[in-house]
């Protein structure tokens, strides 16, 4: 049985499947097979199967997909959007994916655009990643020249375009309506939803934005059946993952392993453990927008809701590990600057607010943090909570602010005490 | 510390956006073929702002006012809503660079493997600080979030090419390395 | 509707409003910035917290942002909830940590949305401790200042700039915290809407700079109701004035909207917000003026220019005594000449004085001609006139000759709005609620159908669904055209080529489709076969549809549409008065009265020239030093609308009342006052001077007006007058925090003046009296307890964007009601080439800054009126061995102009475009339509110069 889906055609070197391999590995199998079933019914098998979005919230990917208005009177023009704008800081899987098996990518993209009825496709990619780019680009000939995507598909009357967009920085461009304000050419500033994009979306036609990695799910889950599928999970949640790990452990890096695998697992046998002379302090189960977990949650399996009720998010499924010899305070610094720089400047208390949290921060930091500082952090991660800003860039800041006040309070009060960063 | 990637130093309208000579008013034919050719994938040539930016930036190495009305001129939208979204953008530069870009990832992870220490000799041996060009031209400091490549942290990116796992050392073989290219091309 | 509750009270709301401007229209003081009532909610600031429960047993309840949350009926909500409340004051916190709090030298403290919000969300101590970000400013243009450092980012400037108004020069650049709204380079801001961002603006970003050369604080402003004189929209206006101190003059300070629900809304244009620079100028008069009769010398004896100086008023009030004691006494002739741009009372004072016989409108034949059409073409019941509500409702539009955003602007920024109807019936029927503005303008939509046609269209050409430009015959044509196809009618014009005969049906089709329909036309492009043109194809459209067609026809000046009443039927044009001139009796002298009218610009120099030759003696009533003014033997400085009491009646047949603001400077007063003045020292008796002695107040004007003009009788019910009271007070005109009221006059008086007396309104010049908006319309101080900036506008009115409380100002009035045959008016004015060698015909074009006569004396304006120019197509310039840009001569029977000739693609082949009114053509305009010849400007040799 088929356990790796996802990286079965990826190589230790860094190369790209090209056609002729992915093909000779049962490439294009589950669009041809798409390509003979009805559009609701591959939308049923994909929500049945319970395939969660991969971009970081966990919505299933099929109930998506229903929300765009069919048949009769709906819009002719619909498109499909591959969310490639990975910049969530400690996350790389998406990169992953596109560099070493495009075809992989587009498969899913052409069977979620029939699904939909979309006749083009737009990969929104970020700048920076120059390679994936390039090997998407070709990719895309080589299944236009294959007839796997291109005009009347699969001799039927179906037509496909997708086409790669390459962005220019900015992480907000990940948040889905951000980003087709930005395909759109305009600034890239979240939406306001109602209406959600799978009613109107790019220039006010129904779209469907996916992760990568949701989308290299959907080949195999539509060839295999979602039997297969919901068997590759060893918890609650369906399929496999490209789970990762990075800081100063022994072994860093990402492999394809089951929903559900146990955190520990993932840090200890696959990542090697963390380096001689360190130990674990905490770590960021899926990104820098999730909150921080201990070594108390080290049992717990990747599951989206299972990770949740520990406090935090699954977000991107690549842990970011921090050892005891790093200052947690410098490193919410650090995330804290990254997201304040990449607010959109839409709202309040994300605009003005993260940059005050980053001045704090570095006060602390510098030895001359106040104790009543905690305070305001603790008061400026509610102000940016979930449903206080516009979108869900802030509260995904606050994240690992408030967790870290929490686990490691006493490393913040030994800055204020001592009026010194005690790591340094 | 300044950076043109950092929030302090970005002041939108404090630019120095003077005109080299060398950057007519106007799009070369190169440059409209690959903006058309982009338009095509799109609805309306005003979507593809971003794009004609990143084109003519490819040309051109960075944005000035010329190339930027240019642009505006060539896809018939007003030069103040392309400016909206040229600023916006981070990869678009509306001052000059040097020849290669340094883009040091500061993300988490590589700033838990020591990309602050990293950024501090680049910025010594070069006698930059972060946004800014060293005195031959030739490199441009910028720090950028995550570049996706977290698991062989210490990361950056020059040109279009990755270099991981990086040390001191490392990173003066490659300074060097394009020290020299430069200099046989001048030699040239 | 549906009943929610708010903190424990239980209320009805009107389930189209979101729940914040329903907590408005309940009188709630919830704060806010980026929601605007006009341009809706983006949930941007996170200044509208609320709590919303799930029911009655939720006990904690969820914050949300009221301006982006649909009212849901049962529905339970709180204000003052602990949460909500510190939320709010949070976001206040964090604006603060940026903003520089300069407010005390800030033009908008005392008025500031950000001060008001700031004491509201109660935030007080600050907390942050680090720098302030900081921004360059830009240089804007003479009208706004710009001071970024102030900027909260609620991204209002460009929601309005760009969304509403249609710019594209303002834009938010940049990105997070640093987010910076300005141009791509310093330079003026294009749009003729810019003033609003003054008011649009919640801080100090966007100031008024007309207002800034000499500013007071809002607290320390008069004010009072007011109508725009710019243009004949009518739109209500709030102009603010104060003495200068030390002795200084009182003068009109700044322009600000005043809310009119069937009119201007929330906005004004630049024209009417920075043109009233004009009562300040320096060419204002403001004494009696004689002329001198002094022989000239040198070339001014040419220009028959007289030189004036300045005389006891006395002599000249009893110079005009005598004068109309002689007439009584048959010895003297005196002829009244009215003004489209002088009130109905002004207007009709001097008709009493001088009966109807020797009254004369001051319009030359067309201008005459035209608006009689429109004034008949009201009197048709198978026509209506929309208001501005209903032109932005309208699902299709045919704009025919009518350049809107030059003549009418506000209207304009109407027809902008109703280019988006088609997405927001798509967003009606997706259910999304009309004020979720960035969601229904991210909706897929086409511009609802918009169809223009006419010789130039500015500005609005990016809504049009079609434009056409055309010669006015061409235009006519179309229209005929258009009336036949609609009424199926078989006679075919063989005219018309087929693809002209496409665009026709075009039209029809789309009129035809349209459930609410409208045309707009005017007399602008001075063509009588257009507007009878258009009057047919709404009479036939009314037919077909079985409905009145809904016309909008825009009559040029402030008072054009009442300044006719006063003739019936009779013609009583320039033309008509020369020709009783030179047929009557020779040996009485006579008087030429002439009221706020300059000559020049209705008639060809040499026709004016040859009209005062026929009369003995130019008596001017005016308040500017006009080119007939230079003419005339005695000026009497008349007051201008700010000064002022009276009414005009705009575009739609409304009457409105406008009050003064302040008394003006010198021996300015109403031009009727100096008319009684004269007839109270007549010894003569007659029953018209007893009328006119009778008269004390504004309002015995009007009340007299309404009695004797059948369609005029309005103006009896427009109040309210005089002696109204309320709690036994007047109105204040001063706000309750004026200062300084003995300070100002202490150099002459050591004691406190008392206030000047106003015999007109029910209001004082001064801070006693009614301050309160639930009780009168007469307040124009836009004030409220914690309210102090214009956003408490809502406080005035029935529910927020709704009428104002009081009902609606002024009243329409009543044209005499008939369903005319199609009538045409005769074609005798229409204009043939009289020389061959003048092959040119030139068409009127128009300009927001250059065309109106009163703002082209704005200080500011000098900056932004053109040069003299014309328009030529471009293909036909080289024939006259010129290029664009160069200067030309332009010829035509009465006179020599130099002007730049410019490039126009809309001009049509064998005509020019002719900027009307503007300053250095002036004496063009009303040879329009006429013709001219064309040849590059000769620069005449040193030595002939000298
Ligand atoms: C600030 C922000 C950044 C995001 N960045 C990404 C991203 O880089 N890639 C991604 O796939 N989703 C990102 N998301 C999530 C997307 O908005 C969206 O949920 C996702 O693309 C949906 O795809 P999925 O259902 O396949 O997960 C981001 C969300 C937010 C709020
Ligand atoms: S939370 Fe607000 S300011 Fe921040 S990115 Fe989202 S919308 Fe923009
Ligand atoms: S007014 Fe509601 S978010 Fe700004």
New interface residues.
């Given amino acids: 049985m088929l356990t790796n889906p996802l990286t079965k055609n990826i190589t230790k070197d860094n190369i790209a499947a090209d056609i002729t391999r992915y093909l000779a590995n049962d490439g294009y199998q589950g669009w041809r097979k798409a390509h003979s079933m009805a559009p609701d019914d591959i939308i049923t098998l994909v929500k049945e199967g319970g395939l969660r979005g991969r971009g970081g919230a966990g919505f299933n990917t099929g109930l998506k997909w229903s929300f765009v208005p069919r048949g009769e009177g709906s819009p002719k023009q619909k498109f499909i959007v591959c969310n490639a704008d990975e910049m969530e800081p400690g996350t790389f899987k998406d990169r992953l994916l596109m560099e070493r098996d495009p075809h992989l990518l587009l498969e899913g993209m052409a069977i979620a655009a029939y699904a939909i009825g979309a006749s083009v496709g737009y990969i929104f990619i970020r700048g920076e990643y120059h390679l994936a780019a390039e090997r998407l680009e070709l990719a895309i000939e080589e299944a236009r020249s294959r007839g796997f995507i291109g005009n009347n598909i699969f001799n039927g009357e179906y037509s496909l375009e997708i086409f790669v967009h390459r962005s220019a920085g900015n992480y907000i461009c990940g948040e889905e309506t951000a980003l087709l304000n930005a395909l759109e050419g305009r600034r890239a500033i979240p939406r306001a939803k109602p209406p959600f994009p799978q009613v109107s979306g790019l220039w006010g036609k129904p779209t469907v934005v996916n992760n990568v990695e949701t989308f290299c799910n959907i080949p195999h889950l539509v060839a295999l059946g979602i039997d297969w599928y919901r068997g590759l999970g060893v918890g609650q949640d369906a399929g496999s993952k490209i789970f990762g790990v990075s800081g100063k452990v022994k072994n860093p890096g990402a492999w394809e392993l089951p929903m559900g695998t146990s955190i520990r697992e993932i840090i200890e046998q696959h990542a090697g453990g963390m380096r001689d002379g360190l130990r674990l302090k905490g770590f960021l189960p899926g990104g820098g927008s999730t909150d921080f977990l201990g070594p108390d949650h080290l049992d717990l399996p990747m599951d989206y809701d299972v990770i949740g009720k520990a406090g935090s998010r699954m977000g991107t499924g690549t842990i970011t590990v921090m050892d005891d010899k790093t200052c947690p305070v410098g490193l919410v610094l650090n995330l804290t600057q990254f997201f304040a720089r990449e607010s959109c400047g839409w709202c309040t208390p994300c605009r003005d607010g993260l940059p005050w949290v980053v001045k704090v921060l570095q006060r602390i930091e510098n030895g001359e943090g106040l104790p009543e500082d905690l305070e305001l952090l603790q008061e400026q991660c509610e102000r940016i909570g979930p449903g206080k800003t516009f979108c869900a860039l802030a509260p995904g800041a606050a994240e690992p602010i408030q967790s870290a006040l929490k686990l490691f309070e006493r490393d913040f009060l030994d800055h204020i005490k001592k009026g010194c960063c005690p790591y340094k | 510390m300044s950076s043109l990637l950092e929030p302090e130093a970005i002041e939108v309208m404090e630019r120095s956006n003077k005109d080299p000579d060398q950057f007519s008013g106007t799009l070369t034919d190169e440059e409209k073929r690959e903006i058309d050719e982009e338009a095509a994938h799109y609805e309306g040539k005003s979507s593809v702002g971003l794009e004609a930016l990143r084109i003519v930036q490819k040309h051109r190495g960075w944005i000035s006012d010329s190339s930027l009305q240019a642009i505006a001129n060539y896809l018939e939208i007003p030069v103040a809503q392309l400016e909206g979204v040229a600023t916006y953008f981070q990869l678009i530069f509306r001052q000059p660079v040097g020849k290669e870009v340094i883009y040091l990832c500061k993300s988490a992870s590589c700033w838990i493997m020591g990309c602050d220490q990293l950024q501090k000799h680049i910025s010594q041996r070069l006698q930059i600080e972060p946004g800014q060009t060293s005195a031959d031209g030739i490199f441009t400091l910028l720090e950028t979030p995550c570049l996706g490549d977290c698991d062989k942290a210490p990361v950056l990116m020059l040109g279009d090419e990755m270099y991981r796992n990086l040390d001191e050392s490392a990173i003066d073989a490659l300074i060097e390395k394009k020290k020299q290219v430069h200099a046989d091309k001048s030699s040239h | 509707m549906p009943t929610i509750t708010i903190d424990g009270e239980k209320y009805q709301v009107d389930g189209d409003q979101n729940l914040l401007s329903s907590c408005l229209t309940l009188g709630l003081n919830v704060p806010y910035f980026c929601w605007h009532p006009e341009m809706g909610s983006?949930?941007?600031?996170?200044?509208c917290?609320m709590i919303e429960y799930k029911d009655s047993e939720d006990q904690s309840g969820?914050?949300?942002m009221s301006c982006?949350t649909p009212v849901r009926d049962g529905g339970i909500y709180s204000v003052n909830a602990e949460t909500a409340k510190e939320?709010r004051g949070?976001?206040i916190e964090?604006?603060m940590?940026?903003h520089p709090h300069d407010c005390p030298v800030c033009e908008e403290g005392g008025e500031c949305h950000l001060q008001d919000m700031t004491e509201m969300s109660g935030h007080t101590m600050r907390?942050?401790?680090?720098t302030k970000?900081t921004?360059?400013n830009?240089y804007l243009g003479p009208f706004i200042n710009h001071e970024m450092n102030r900027c909260?980012?609620c991204?209002r400037c460009t929601r309005f700039y760009n969304d509403y108004a249609g710019g594209?020069?303002?834009?938010?650049?940049?990105?997070?915290?640093?987010?910076?709204f300005?141009?791509?380079?310093e330079g003026r801001l294009q749009n003729g809407f810019s003033g609003n961002l003054v008011e649009v603006c919640p801080t100090g970003v966007f100031t008024d700079k007309t207002f800034s050369a000499h500013f007071v604080r809002k607290w320390d402003l008069q004010t009072a109701p007011s109508i725009c004189e710019h243009c004949a929209v009518g739109c209500n206006t709030a102009p603010g004035a104060r003495e200068s101190g030390n002795g200084h003059d009182p003068m009109l300070r700044r322009i600000t909207n005043l809310y009119h629900h069937d009119i201007n809304g929330y906005f004004l244009c630049d024209r009417g917000r920075f043109g009233y620079e004009y009562v300040n100028s320096p060419t204002r008069i403001d004494q009696v003026l004689s002329a001198r009769n002094e022989e000239l010398i040198g070339s001014t004896a040419d220009t028959k220019d007289q030189l004036h100086r300045q005389v006891n008023p006395r002599d000249g009030v009893l110079h005009l005594s005598v004068q109309i004691t002689a007439a009584q006494r048959k010895l003297r002739r005196i002829i009244g000449i009215g003004s489209p741009r002088a009130s109905l009372e002004n207007n009709y004072a001097l008709r009493q004085l001088v009966g109807l016989d020797n009254f004369f409108s001051g319009l030359n034949r067309l201008d005459q001609h035209l608006l009689q059409l429109v004034n008949n073409i009201h009197s048709d019941n198978r026509i209506t006139s929309p208001n501005t509500p209903e032109i932005e409702t309208a699902d299709a539009i045919l704009i025919i000759g009518e350049d809107i955003y030059n003549t009418a602007p506000r209207i304009a920024l109407a027809v902008r709005q109703a280019a988006r109807n088609r997405q927001k019936k798509q967003a009606q029927d997706?259910k999304?609620p009309l004020w979720?503005d960035?969601?229904v303008r991210?909706?897929?939509?086409d511009p609802s159908p918009i169809i223009f046609i006419g010789t130039e269209f500015t500005e609005l050409t990016d809504i049009a669904t079609t434009t056409l430009f055309e010669s006015p015959e061409r235009v006519t044509l179309f229209t005929q055209a258009l009336t036949q196809e609609i009424s199926k009618s078989s006679k075919q014009s063989t005219e018309i080529s087929p693809e002209f005969q496409k665009e026709v049906n075009h039209t029809a089709e789309i009129l035809l489709k349209a459930t609410n329909p409208l045309i707009i036309s005017g007399i602008s492009s001075r063509h009588l076969d257009t507007l009878n043109a258009v009057a047919n194809l709404a009479r036939v459209l009314s037919n077909h549809r079985k409905v009145p067609t809904k016309l909008y026809l825009n009559c040029g000046e402030v008072n054009s549409l009442g300044m006719i009443q006063l003739f019936n039927e009779k013609e009583g044009s320039l033309e008509q008065l020369m020709e009783s001139l030179s047929v009557s009796d020779k040996e009485i002298p006579t008087s030429l009265i002439v009221l706020e009218n300059d000559l020049y610009r209705r008639l060809d120099t040499p026709s004016v020239e040859k009209l005062l030759s026929l009369v003995d003696e130019v008596i001017l009533i005016d308040t500017l030093l006009t080119p007939t003014a230079k003419r005339a033997n005695w000026i009497f400085p008349a007051s201008t609308t700010a000064e002022s009491q009276g009414t005009y009646v705009n575009n739609n047949g409304l009457a409105q009342r406008f009050y003064a603001v302040y008394e003006g400077k010198g021996y300015i007063q109403e031009s009727w006052r100096w008319l009684v003045d004269a007839v109270d020292f007549c010894t003569e008796k007659s029953e018209n001077y007893s009328v006119l002695r009778s008269w004390k107040h504004s309002t015995d004007l009007s009340d007299a007006l309404a009695r004797e003009i059948y369609t005029l009788k309005v103006l009896a019910e427009i109040g309210p007058n005089e002696d109204f009271r309320i709690d036994g007070l007047k109105v204040a005109r001063q706000s309750a925090r004026y200062s300084g009221r003995t300070a100002i006059h202490a150099q002459q008086h050591v004691s406190e003046t008392p206030p000047i007396k106003d015999p007109d309104a029910p209001m004082n010049f001064s801070m006693e009296g009614i301050h309160n908006p639930n009780k009168t319309q007469l307040q124009a101080n836009i004030w409220s307890p914690g309210w102090n900036s214009n956003q408490s506008i809502f406080k005035f009115q029935q529910q927020v964007g709704g009428e104002r409380k009081g009902g609606p100002s002024g009243k329409y009035i009543e044209f005499s009601q008939h369903s005319t045959q199609d009538s045409n008016v005769s074609e005798e004015t229409s204009v043939k080439p009289t020389e061959t060698s003048n092959n040119l015909q030139m068409l009127p074009i128009y300009r927001l800054f250059g065309s109106e006569e009163l703002s082209n004396q704005s200080m500011s304006f000098s900056e932004v009126i053109e040069a003299p120019f014309i328009l030529m197509h471009p293909d036909e310039i080289s024939q006259y061995d010129t290029q664009e840009g160069e200067l030309v001569d332009i010829e035509t029977n009465c006179g020599n102009y130099r002007a730049e000739i410019k490039g126009s693609n809309t001009i049509p082949h064998g005509c020019i475009g002719v900027p009307f009114g503007l300053p250095g053509l002036e004496s063009l305009a009303p040879q329009i339509p006429g013709y001219a010849s064309l040849r590059p400007a000769v620069t005449p040799a040193i030595s002939e110069e000298q």
Avoid: P
Wanted: proline share 0%.
């Fill in positions: 983006v949930g941007a600031c996170r200044q917290a969820r914050l949300i982006m939320f949070s976001i964090d604006l940590t940026n907390r942050y401790r680090g970000r921004h360059r830009q909260i980012t991204y594209n020069d303002l834009q938010a650049l940049g990105r997070n915290h640093q987010v910076y300005g141009r791509q380079q997706l999304i979720q960035t969601s991210q909706l897929e939509g």
